[in-house]
């Protein structure tokens, strides 16, 4: 099966901006030795408020620099004579994107500059202005699945205000997902065990249910796209083998890019055994990305072990804010258990909407706890939501 990268797929721009070749008159400028590059903020950065522009100036003779003007969408908002050069500017309350370029005079009348894109935040998880959508699954002391409760069992808890359920269903509905896996060199050896627990969780998917298959090395390859053909997905799933060096940011970042604008229930599914290694996308970035879309994340760590905590925090981070779950598996044999887990939970998820109290759309994080009357029950939930004014209009997903 050929692997289609989704840097093409999905917009290249977008994860290889820091690539992206200069344009020509900036490398003859640079061979003159005269450029400037913005350090702060970064391309695909999120911008609220009052923020720090910088930019560094390379040129053999500081002192022949003229000026540097910072500009936020064409228009000059500081000019700086000295270095260091920076500014601070206010770029509001809304997370929109902003052209930010930098521009350096040098006294004989050259020019250089650079530019970045900031990254607004693309909320999707109201139906109605004041709506919120949460998925909940419920476990007991013993780590057992809850079924049959009702609206009455659950508090929905916003900025510590107790809030009304208004919907609420336990029925299994249907669901899309994205099925990623490593693919980097240190799982050569497990890839098998991988291809067999993978394949028997796609046999656990409805009819209705679709699934699209991602792997990852160092590079991200869509190795199947949204489908309810199971033979195709376990083709693609066994397709895969072990090389190169490990981006899950990227990997995450891309299936976040496929699930936006589905409608219902989703979730994405990540094995991997290791560290980042070579994403261009940062963790900061994709974990706001995994706040701002209503997409479950269960994660899979492989060989990851009780001292790798920096691996471990970074799984269970995303799968906790998600309303997700991480799982630990020792050897590859114990995958099959672990798929079966994540299989079980998805057919045991609570769907509750409520009306939100808040009434301030300045971008800012708020945060959501669903909790158990019964204090003997543990409830997953997604931890809140962005107050995004324009994500009222967006639909369900």
């Given at each position: 099966?050929?692997?289609?990268?989704?840097?093409?797929?999905?917009?290249?721009?977008?994860?290889?901006?820091?690539?992206?070749?200069?344009?020509?008159?900036?490398?003859?400028?640079?061979?003159?030795?005269?450029?400037?590059?913005?350090?702060?903020?970064?391309?695909?950065?999120?911008?609220?408020?009052?923020?720090?522009?910088?930019?560094?100036?390379?040129?053999?003779?500081?002192?022949?620099?003229?000026?540097?003007?910072?500009?936020?969408?064409?228009?000059?908002?500081?000019?700086?004579?000295?270095?260091?050069?920076?500014?601070?500017?206010?770029?509001?309350?809304?997370?929109?994107?902003?052209?930010?370029?930098?521009?350096?005079?040098?006294?004989?009348?050259?020019?250089?500059?650079?530019?970045?894109?900031?990254?607004?935040?693309?909320?999707?998880?109201?139906?109605?202005?004041?709506?919120?959508?949460?998925?909940?699954?419920?476990?007991?002391?013993?780590?057992?699945?809850?079924?049959?409760?009702?609206?009455?069992?659950?508090?929905?808890?916003?900025?510590?205000?107790?809030?009304?359920?208004?919907?609420?269903?336990?029925?299994?509905?249907?669901?899309?997902?994205?099925?990623?896996?490593?693919?980097?060199?240190?799982?050569?050896?497990?890839?098998?065990?991988?291809?067999?627990?993978?394949?028997?969780?796609?046999?656990?998917?409805?009819?209705?249910?679709?699934?699209?298959?991602?792997?990852?090395?160092?590079?991200?390859?869509?190795?199947?796209?949204?489908?309810?053909?199971?033979?195709?997905?376990?083709?693609?799933?066994?397709?895969?083998?072990?090389?190169?060096?490990?981006?899950?940011?990227?990997?995450?970042?891309?299936?976040?890019?496929?699930?936006?604008?589905?409608?219902?229930?989703?979730?994405?599914?990540?094995?991997?055994?290791?560290?980042d290694t070579s994403s261009q996308a940062g963790y900061a970035r994709v974990l706001e990305e995994a706040k701002?879309?209503?997409?479950?994340?269960?994660?899979?760590?492989?060989?990851?072990?009780?001292?790798?905590?920096?691996?471990?925090?970074?799984?269970?981070?995303?799968?906790?804010?998600?309303?997700?779950?991480?799982?630990?598996?020792?050897?590859?044999?114990?995958?099959?258990?672990?798929?079966?887990?994540?299989?079980?939970?998805?057919?045991?998820?609570?769907?509750?909407?409520?009306?939100?109290?808040?009434?301030?759309?300045?971008?800012?994080?708020?945060?959501?706890?669903?909790?158990?009357?019964?204090?003997?029950?543990?409830?997953?939930?997604?931890?809140?939501?962005?107050?995004?004014?324009?994500?009222?209009?967006?639909?369900?997903?």
């Open positions: 099966m050929i692997r289609r990268s989704l840097l093409g797929l999905l917009g290249a721009a977008v994860l290889a901006a820091s690539l992206a070749p200069p344009a020509l008159a900036q490398d003859a400028e640079r061979r003159r030795g005269f450029a400037i590059q913005i350090t702060s903020p970064a391309s695909q950065d999120i911008v609220l408020g009052k923020t720090r522009i910088a930019a560094k100036v390379r040129i053999d003779r500081p002192e022949d620099v003229d000026r540097v003007e910072f500009l936020v969408n064409d228009a000059v908002v500081f000019v700086d004579r000295e270095p260091p050069y920076e500014c601070f500017h206010d770029f509001g309350e809304t997370p929109r994107s902003f052209v930010i370029r930098a521009v350096a005079y040098h006294k004989e009348g050259i020019t250089v500059s650079d530019a970045v894109v900031t990254r607004k935040i693309e909320v999707a998880y109201f139906e109605q202005v004041n709506r919120v959508i949460l998925w909940a699954s419920v476990t007991d002391r013993k780590d057992q699945f809850v079924s049959g409760l009702g609206r009455d069992d659950f508090r929905v808890i916003e900025d510590g205000n107790e809030q009304t359920v208004q919907e609420f269903t336990a029925e299994d509905r249907p669901i899309a997902l994205a099925i990623l896996l490593d693919t980097s060199g240190s799982m050569k050896e497990r890839m098998k065990q991988v291809h067999a627990a993978a394949g028997a969780f796609v046999d656990t998917l409805r009819p209705e249910d679709r699934a699209l298959v991602i792997a990852f090395d160092d590079k991200v390859f869509l190795l199947q796209d949204l489908t309810a053909d199971r033979d195709a997905l376990k083709d693609a799933i066994t397709s895969t083998e072990a090389i190169g060096a490990t981006a899950i940011y990227d990997a995450l970042h891309a299936a976040f890019r496929k699930l936006r604008g589905i409608p219902g229930r989703k979730a994405i599914i990540l094995l991997s055994d290791g560290d701002a879309q209503n997409v479950l994340i269960y994660g899979i760590g492989l060989g990851i072990g009780m001292l790798d905590r920096g691996r471990k925090n970074v799984l269970k981070e995303f799968s906790d804010v998600t309303g997700g779950r991480a799982y630990f598996v020792k050897e590859a044999k114990d995958l099959a258990g672990a798929y079966q887990q994540i299989a079980d939970e998805l057919r045991h998820e609570y769907y509750l909407t409520y009306s939100t109290s808040n009434t301030t759309w300045d971008g800012r994080w708020i945060k959501v706890e669903v909790e158990a009357r019964n204090s003997d029950y543990s409830v997953r939930a997604r931890r809140g939501f962005f107050a995004v004014r324009a994500a009222a209009a967006g639909s369900t997903p």
